[in-house]
């Protein structure tokens, strides 16, 4: 048990000996688990469980051959077409709502996305997805990461229509959450444009590629055991999806400024227009600096929950640099209180006038100098915004 790459090794109590209990203690709180170990062989899906909820078609399997254990679970070859995803843990129930909601489907129909064909699910869980694909690939390595973020942007653009509004503050919560758990010295939080919104949950990442032929394309996973144990289960944008992709990519081979702004640009071709816009895009609103804080501190967090002491130092020396980004946006919102300040002045120049404290040709120059500088300190304020990649 405590080599299977999906066993929370780093963070487990002394108690939790196994799944076979149903619960597994950590230290960031207990996970409900189940005995999956009789469906890895084929005898077990010849019928189909008495307990729980099948939603879509049961497989026939002549053959349960295991692909790999990864930190999501098991995956696992039913037939030619046919693969499984088993999940030890019960992190939620993103797949099944996919296979029962019927519009989410159709928009993502003849897109690089696989969906589950069938999911079982037990106490408001799925446990078992089975996807009709007969290859898996991990796709870190093997893939141009332009080409990955434009099928990435027309998946995104399909579920536009679904979204839900800026929920910054929950947003900005989960980032708190976060931080607390791991007890980072790190704190970002951030506003969000109005075109900023959040997206069904389809969890994907390049750890897990369906291919066929020369083609890939994404797989709709369980969500991971990480954002289980350590935040609440929220809608997040396109660019969050987007940026935990990146950070993949730069923690397996690296990305120069360059690399960063070639992979936004080819997501946002595809993408609503609305994501391009210059506050969706803005460090100052948010943007994808944000967003890769949050991918990097999911990194630690796995990297804490799995013991993975690589992955734990890349993510460690990123944070260490998030106090000059941090610094240069405290800078900013000095030159934002003046803008502030400037309008105030004019306000009180006005009473002033009013109250016939000054003259008022005085307090109209006073007024018209507030404004002046309220107006230069705003252009200051935006022009100085860093760089999205």
């Known amino acids: 048990m405590d080599d299977a790459p999906w066993w929370p090794s780093g963070v487990i109590t002394d108690d939790s000996a196994d799944t076979n209990s149903g619960v597994v203690q950590t230290v960031f709180g207990s996970i409900q688990c189940w005995d999956f170990a009789a469906c890895l062989s084929s005898e077990w899906w010849q019928h189909q469980p008495e307990s729980g909820d099948i939603w879509g078609d049961w497989p026939e399997v002549a053959t349960a051959e295991v692909i790999k254990h990864d930190r999501k679970g098991i995956l696992l070859k039913l037939n030619d077409h046919q693969i499984a995803r088993i999940s030890p843990f019960a992190v939620g129930n993103d797949l099944s709502r996919f296979v029962q909601y019927q519009p989410w489907r159709q928009a993502l129909e003849d897109l690089a996305i696989e969906l589950p064909s069938m999911v079982y699910y037990v106490d408001n869980q799925d446990r078992i997805a089975v996807y009709d694909c007969s290859e898996i690939v991990s796709g870190v390595e093997s893939y141009q990461a332009e080409r990955v973020a434009n099928k990435l942007g027309s ?82 944008p396109g660019l969050a999806t987007l940026m935990l992709i990146e950070q993949q990519i730069s923690f397996a081979r690296g990305m120069t400024t360059d690399a960063r702004k070639s992979l936004l640009q080819a997501y946002l071709d595809t993408a609503p227009n609305s994501y391009g816009r210059k506050k969706a895009l803005s460090t100052l609103m948010g943007g994808p600096w944000i967003w890769r804080y949050h991918a990097v501190l999911i990194a630690f967090a796995e990297a804490r929950i799995f013991g993975d002491e690589d992955l734990g130092e890349r993510a460690e020396n990123w944070l260490n ?52 500088g309220s107006l230069t300190c705003n252009m200051i304020y935006w022009s100085k915004d860093p760089k999205p990649y």
């Open 155 to 236: 998946i995104h653009s399909a579920l536009n229509e679904f979204s839900t509004p800026n929920t910054e503050r929950r947003w900005n919560d989960r980032l708190k959450d976060i931080e607390a758990e791991l007890k980072v010295t790190t704190l970002w939080r951030a506003p969000h444009s109005e075109y900023t919104v959040g997206l069904p949950r389809l969890n994907i990442d390049l750890g897990t590629l369906s291919v066929d032929g020369d083609e890939f394309s994404f797989i709709a996973d369980i969500r991971s055991l990480v954002e289980h144990l350590m935040c609440e289960p929220d809608r997040l």
């Open 321 to 372: 640099d998030v106090s000059r980004i941090q610094a240069h946006l405290g800078v900013l919102r000095l030159w934002k209180s003046g803008l502030w300040g400037g309008v105030i002045g004019a306000v009180i120049a006005f009473f002033a006038w009013r109250m016939e404290t000054v003259s008022p040709t005085i307090a109209g120059v006073a007024a018209m100098f507030c404004l002046i």
